[in-house]
């Protein structure tokens, strides 16, 4: 759902040019904001952790021994999302913030140039 939301604002972005000034420099705003915001949620529910949608993949296609291990590790999955997201980073390790935005930059650009925006 979230790369289609994204994929609407790109679109969107075609009409821009046929808003009043004022408008479009707030439209343009609110729509480079939706892009950004829906990959950056898309390419974060797909991390493989168990409760996110990244975690069922992976267990989905893992062989059975393994699934079962990774299954297993859901109801922790809100803590070591904690972990990940502010208990690594207050200690100087961030692991996800690189792969986060190097990965939304790279789908948002591809939606760009797929709805010929670039």
Same mark, same amino acid.
């Given at each position: ?39 950056? !949620?898309?390419?974060?529910? !797909? ?72």
């Amino acid at each position: 759902m979230n790369l289609l939301l994204a994929t609407i604002a790109a679109l969107a972005f075609h009409i821009v040019p046929y808003v009043p000034a004022p408008g479009a420099q707030w439209l343009f705003a609110n729509l480079r904001n939706a892009l950004v915001l829906n990959v950056i !949620l898309a390419i974060f529910n !797909l991390l493989p952790v168990p409760p996110l949608d990244g975690g069922r993949i992976l267990v989905g296609i893992l062989p059975g021994a393994l699934a079962r291990v990774l299954s297993r590790a859901e109801p922790y999955g809100s803590l070591i999302l904690i972990g990940l997201l502010f208990v690594l980073p207050m200690l100087g390790v961030d692991p996800l913030s690189r792969l986060i935005m190097t990965s939304t930059n790279a789908v948002a650009g591809t939606l760009l140039r797929l709805t010929g925006n670039i």
